[in-house]
């Protein structure tokens, strides 16, 4: 008896192996039309600046966001809203700089579950927004040459403004 409900439990297993290697899955992801988005970079590829200043860039968006709320937008919505992450460098955070922005998770949203910090923007004004007083560099008072922080940015949230890009900046003594 126990022999036979062995067998028949691994013919079920069987058959049901046979049923999911044999159907014919598309693995890809077909691509959705996104609404009231814009793509963007960030307009140098690198920056210099000295101990104690302010890194300065710029977002460059193709199109300007059109400000709506509707009925599936039940909150507060914010029109640019990016995410910024150190994935490269020499300078260390904390000594050399540190960062002006709250953390991603979990201060912004349990929901945004990628790592590094959140800038939001209004991307609905303009299509060159100049952005400073994210990082601030320090004056360690150390001479060290120069240092570097690579950053990243992608999109967070809604996705409004769709980036993949990266910004370089050096730091002079």
Excluded: H
């Amino acid at each position: 008896m126990k022999t036979l409900n062995n067998i028949k439990i691994l013919s079920a297993i069987f058959a049901l192996g046979l049923i999911f290697t044999s159907c014919d899955q598309d693995v890809s992801v077909e691509d959705i039309e996104r609404f009231n988005s814009t793509n963007a970079v960030i307009e140098e590829s690198s920056i210099t600046v000295n101990e104690g200043d302010d890194a300065s860039f710029t977002i460059v968006q193709e199109n300007l966001i059109e400000r709506k709320i509707d009925a599936q937008e039940l909150y507060a919505w914010v029109s640019g809203q990016i995410g910024i992450r150190v994935v490269g460098g020499t300078a260390t955070e904390g000594v050399d700089y540190s960062f002006n922005l709250d953390p991603i998770y979990p201060n912004v949203s349990i929901y945004l579950l990628q790592d590094g910090f959140y800038y939001p923007y209004d991307a609905t004004q303009s299509l060159n927004n100049v952005v400073s007083n994210i990082l601030t560099i320090n004056n360690d008072g150390v001479t060290e040459g120069e240092e570097t922080i690579e950053l990243q940015f992608f999109p967070v949230g809604l996705a409004g403004v769709i980036i993949d890009d990266t910004l370089t900046i050096k730091i002079n003594d």
